[in-house]
T-cell receptor, first 114, second 111 residues
Framework: GQQVMQIPQYQHVQEGEDFTTYCNSS?????IQWYKQRPGGHPVFLIQ?????EVKKQKRLTFQFGEAKKNSSLHITATQTTDVGTYFC??????????????FGKGTHLIIQP | DADVTQTPRNRITKTGKRIMLECSQT?????MYWYRQDPGLGLRLIYY???????NKGEISDGYSVSRQAQAKFSLSLESAIPNQTALYFC??????????FGPGTRLTVL
């Protein structure tokens, strides 16, 4: 079955440092989504990438979708304490028709030290 | 009011008991999902439904069943709960393949 690998599992950074999490799929994806889960909370949608090579920005967050549509990354510039949480990527296999559910990566826990 | 609600929010039960987790949504979405979250394992899909007449098994459906009573309601049942089903359970909804909206979660403990 489809697998979505996400690294690193944990990332400790000093406040103000940058952070990147990477996502790799065993199969070509039709799209990829990113979610953030705050401690004790539920996953909240951040963004969806659809096109090969797509890059999208949300303030300090930059999302990329690989040319082969099998990998993606999330980069946060100058982390703040409000960025703490777990970041998940989730992909839909490119089988056409949108007939599959999302497959989530295991997430990257971002821990920020003031 | 929350768009996706789950009941109960917390439940402690004993091995062998039948338990039902309920999910309701007011977003008018066709698609609904059940996930479980375990530390270090991320979110794993249990079942999903693309409309009232459509039910699909996810990655880890063994030991679970679901019912889509209406467009707005999707319930998850554990016929005979076992301790390794202790987890955080999330319901989610979406319209087509767009973003998923998650409920607040149900923390289930099976003793």
């Amino acid at each position: 079955g489809q697998q979505v690998m996400q690294i690193p599992q944990y990332q400790h950074v000093q406040e103000g440092e940058d952070f990147t999490t990477y996502c790799n799929s065993s199969t070509t994806l039709s799209n990829i989504q990113w979610y953030k889960q705050r401690p004790g909370g539920h996953p909240v949608f951040l963004i969806q990438l659809v096109k090969s090579g797509e890059v999208k920005k949300q303030k300090r967050l930059t999302f990329q979708f690989g040319e082969a549509k099998k990998n993606s990354s999330l980069h946060i510039t100058a982390t703040q304490t409000t960025d703490v949480g777990t970041y998940f990527c989730a992909g839909i296999k490119d089988s056409g028709g949108g007939a599959d559910g999302l497959t989530f990566g295991k997430g990257t826990h971002l821990i920020i030290q003031p | 009011d929350a768009d996706v609600t789950q009941t109960p929010r917390n439940r402690i039960t004993k091995t062998g008991k039948r338990i039902m987790l309920e999910c309701s949504q007011t977003k008018g979405h066709d698609r609904m999902y059940w996930y479980r979250q375990d530390p270090g394992l991320g979110l794993r899909l249990i079942y999903y439904s693309f409309d009232v007449k459509d039910i699909n098994k996810g990655e880890i459906s063994d030991g679970y069943s679901v019912s889509r009573q209406a467009q707005a309601k999707f319930s998850l049942s554990l016929e005979s709960a076992i301790p390794n089903q202790t987890a955080l359970y999330f319901c989610a909804t979406s319209q087509w393949v767009n973003e998923q909206f998650f409920g607040p979660g149900t923390r289930l403990t099976v003793l």
